[in-house]
């Protein structure tokens, strides 16, 4: 799997042929280019929230044990799963919009292709 990266961007000026007049080539437009790099198989494992973090972040946050927050949280995943199979577009502030592009069955799983939207961390906030 590719993740990329914008640290190692690189800027390109676009159209700087050289038979153009400097000019125009100082003028012209600056476009970025994202360098995507392979990360390691360790690197995706740590980045994967699993649901017992999820169950630990959520009974924290609810100032609830994790023996009451457990059915919701099954039920809510559950309710989410079915809604993301069935196509439907999910509007869940503050985690986001999530459109989904295209789906299809491979072998015993359905794979979803989906675009999620955020919203900008408010001022102050960081992002996680």
Known sequence: ?????TASSTKLS???????????VASAPKL????????????????VLKKKELLQMV???SNLNNNKVKPVLEAMLEVL???IA???ELNLQ????????????VGNARVTIAKIRQPHPKDGAEEG
């Open 86 to 88: 069935e196509g439907r």
């Open 94 to 105: 503050p985690f986001g919009r999530v459109k989904i592009n295209r789906q299809k069955e």
């Open 32 to 47: 970025e280019l994202e360098v995507v790099t392979q990360a390691s198989s360790g690197d995706i494992e740590a980045n």
């Open 1 to 5: 799997m590719a993740s990329r990266s």
């Open 14 to 24: 676009a159209g700087s042929k050289s038979c153009e007049s400097s000019a125009s």
């Open 81 to 83: 799963g079915e809604a």
């Open 59 to 61: 009974a924290e946050r």
